[in-house]
């Protein structure tokens, strides 16, 4: 199946820093990617829907200005996390759907970030 | 979405059959069944799909109900790698929308 790459897969950053994650599909074009975090023993929770050469859409309680994404190509999404905060915390993954179509996602391995 | 609703979690011994339930009684004609995986620490990983008729792949084999409103993730041999949150999805096979997570189901493998 269709491959997504992300990067880095651990960061350990202090307060105040700004942290950029990469999303890349290794063997397929995406147009969307989604963003989500996930707090310890809970389910994913999406944080916004990234679109290739437009403005993402984010969900209703996700800062934009804090969580920015930015979609430049088919094959790479980033998410940036502005001026980190302990509460920032979170493993974060990303996912693209299937180019082939039913719907299927894949995902990347996610990003433990850590903030001091 | 409409919703899904899935025990928080499963015990299975392995080298056992699982049954893993997932209710959606509000399902629209236009909505696959998923399902994801997630192991630990990992991204979350597609496991099946289907729309009315039951499927079987080298991973496991879903068993959708006449009227659609419930299936089932069957995994014939639960092994210790089998250990992870079962997530079960409607995704709407006309638009193509986000992906809400519910809680999904525990499962829990027993040497």
């Known amino acids: 199946g269709a491959v997504v790459s992300q990067h880095p897969s651990r960061v350990i950053c202090k307060s105040g820093t700004s942290v950029k994650i990469e999303c890349r599909s290794l063997?397929?074009?995406?147009?969307?990617m989604f963003w989500y975090r996930q707090f310890p023993k809970q389910s994913l929770m999406l944080m916004a829907t990234?679109?290739?050469?437009?403005?993402?859409?984010?969900e209703q309680g996700v800062e934009k200005d804090k969580f920015l994404i930015n979609h430049a190509s088919l094959t790479l999404s980033t998410l940036t996390v502005t001026s980190a905060h302990p509460e920032d915390s979170s493993f974060y993954i990303c996912?693209?759907?299937?180019?082939?179509?039913?719907?299927?996602?894949?995902f990347g391995s996610g990003t433990q970030l850590s903030v001091l | 979405d409409a919703k899904t609703t899935q025990p928080n979690s499963m015990e299975s011994n392995e080298e056992e059959p699982v049954h893993l339930p997932c209710n959606h009684s509000?399902?629209?004609?236009?909505?696959?069944i998923h399902w994801y995986r997630q192991l630990p620490s990992q991204g979350p990983e597609y496991v099946i799909h289907?729309?009315?008729s039951n499927v079987n792949n080298r991973m496991a084999s879903l068993a959708i109900a006449e009227d659609r409103k419930s299936s089932t993730l069957i995994l014939h041999r639960a092994t210790l790698r089998d250990a992870a949150v079962y997530y079960c999805?409607?995704?709407?096979?006309?638009?193509?929308?986000?992906?809400?997570f519910g809680p999904g189901t525990s499962l829990s493998v027993i040497p």
């Open positions: 996912s693209a759907r299937d180019p082939v179509g039913a719907e299927k996602l894949f």
């Open positions: 063997d397929f074009q995406a147009t969307t």
């Open positions: 990234s679109n290739e050469g437009s403005k993402a859409t984010y």
């Open positions: 509000t399902i629209s004609g236009t909505d696959y």
């Open positions: 289907g729309l009315t």
């Open positions: 999805i409607l995704r709407d096979r006309t638009s193509y929308d986000k992906v809400i």
